[in-house]
């Protein structure tokens, strides 16, 4: 019998990941800015800021099939013609 895969078990780690990665992104940033001369810091900020959550956006946009549900008859990540082939970053991954 395989393994099933509750999403609601990794929800928290999800959260705790989120909130680590927001307060890392901003320690850095702040350190960063604190070396460089003041008319670099507002650009600097603004424009890695600004990578972040287009990168963010981007995610989901990719792995939003997964959240909200697939389309089709070709919902199956394995098929080569499905659009969630290639987000099977492992083999062992069952979408």
């Known amino acids: 019998m395989g393994r099933v895969l509750y999403y609601h078990h990794y929800f928290p780690a999800l959260l705790f990941s989120s909130m680590l990665t927001a307060v890392i992104i901003d320690y850095l940033l702040g350190e960063l800015c604190s ?38 008859e070709n919902g199956q990540g394995k098929e080569t013609n499905s659009s969630l082939h290639s987000l099977l970053w492992i083999e062992s991954w069952e979408f």
């Open 35 to 72: 070396v460089l001369p003041s008319l670099v810091r507002a650009p600097l900020f603004h424009t890695v800021v600004g990578l972040v959550l287009a990168a963010a956006a981007y995610s989901f946009y990719i792995f939003s099939p997964l959240a909200y549900g697939m389309k089709g």
